[in-house]
């Protein structure tokens, strides 16, 4: 069974930056590195969104609301995922979850993490 465990995540004020990492365990890293990735957020009273992926080709997404703000990334030797934020705003406040993927597709998430609480104060 994958596992996918998120760090990171805390409070920062506005401006500040914060690097989330997932680390995932129950797959070997060559299974691991065909995954597609993802960071999604839910803040509260609003709809889960997709702000970051990753396939296994290296072809990356951002949401428009992140796009230049945020930087998604992987280390398939660690099974590692990453998500560096920059330029932080209070509206980036949300539950931030790692997901995975077992197909080249994006789409949708099969795996799931606990979930990393990120607060920006203004």
């Known amino acids: 069974q994958v596992r996918l465990v998120e760090s990171g995540g805390g409070s920062v004020q506005a401006g500040g930056s914060l690097r989330l990492s997932c680390a995932a365990s129950?797959?070997?890293?060559?299974?691991?590195?065909?995954?597609?990735m993802g960071w999604l957020r839910q803040a509260p009273g609003k709809e889960r969104e997709r702000v970051a992926s990753?396939?296994?080709?290296?072809?990356?997404y951002y949401s428009d609301t992140v796009k230049g703000q945020f930087t998604i990334s992987r280390d398939n030797a660690k099974n590692t995922l990453y998500l560096q934020m920059n330029s932080l705003k209070p509206e980036d406040t949300a539950m931030y979850f790692c997901?995975?993927?077992?197909?080249?597709?994006?789409?949708?998430?099969?795996?799931w993490g606990q979930g990393t609480q990120v607060t920006v104060s203004s």
């Open positions: 997901a995975a993927e077992p197909t080249r597709s994006c789409s949708a998430f099969t795996y």
């Open positions: 129950g797959v070997s890293g060559y299974i691991y590195s065909r995954y597609c």
């Open positions: 990753i396939n296994r080709d290296g072809i990356t």
